[in-house]
């Protein structure tokens, strides 16, 4: 299976994070390395529109960044299928044969580690499934409330709903939420559907403490800390 990574030059929460040094290396470099490690991915290939990405990238083996994408690919308001799709058809274009599955692995997600990427791959096959996605365990979504610019307090659920949810979890139903670390894809169904829910979609879950999703100096600060604390 091979490996995209989206690398993006435009970040509002923390500019140019993907190359900012975590823990000595480029931030996107730790994906990459975990990928190359993982025994399961044999070339990964990076879409970005930074020309320094595409340099680090292309000094790694096994790793290439073929192409630079476009400027309507890289906008904050930009689909992140349509960036799959379009890896996707210059894979197929350039190799001449039909791109049966591959993963995707966001670079502000460095405390994954190899073995989870391979137990990510490992349920797709084993699942024979559509998409596998990476969850981690979260609070009660009854616990949630909307808050607006005025301070306002709203419900996200009505009282039925927020009571039935409170049911389940009494009798120990967990909740998930997407960690946003790994993705794993059969093309076809995605090309025709251009969604992650399909019926046979299956989840891979890991603990919080590998499933930090950089957006801000505080999350990178924090992912850091941990990340040369179990080094």
Do not use: C
Not at 59 to 76: G, H, Q, T, V, Y
Not at 96 to 119: H, M
Not at 177 to 182: D, F, Q, R, T
């Amino acid at each position: 299976m091979i490996a995209l990574i989206p690398a993006r030059s435009g970040s509002k929460g923390l500019p140019n994070k993907n190359k900012k040094l975590f823990a000595g290396k480029p931030l996107i470099q730790h994906s990459i390395e975990q990928a190359l490690e993982s025994t399961v991915i044999s070339e990964v290939f990076v879409s970005t529109d930074d020309d320094e990405i595409i340099e680090l990238t292309n000094s790694i083996e096994n790793a290439s960044a073929p192409f630079k994408r476009a400027e309507f690919l890289s906008e904050d308001t930009s689909s992140a299928v349509d960036v799959y799709l379009h890896f996707v058809e210059w894979w197929e274009n350039n190799n001449g044969k039909q791109l049966k599955e591959f993963a995707v692995l966001l670079p502000t997600s460095p405390l994954r580690l190899p073995i989870d990427i391979k137990n990510a791959v490992d349920i797709f096959h084993k699942k024979n499934a559509d998409v596998v996605l990476t969850f981690k365990e979260t609070k009660p979504i009854a616990w949630h409330r909307y808050i607006d610019s005025e301070n306002n307090i709203s419900k996200i659920l009505d009282i039925d709903e927020r009571q039935s949810i409170s049911n389940r979890q009494q009798i120990n139903e967990k909740p998930y939420v997407l960690n946003g670390s790994i993705y794993v894809f059969n093309t076809d169904s995605l090309r025709s559907t251009k969604n992650y829910f399909v019926e046979k979609t299956f989840p891979y879950i890991m603990p919080s403490s590998r499933s930090i999703d950089i957006d801000s100096l505080e999350d990178f600060t924090i992912a850091e800390a941990i990340f040369k604390s179990r080094t």
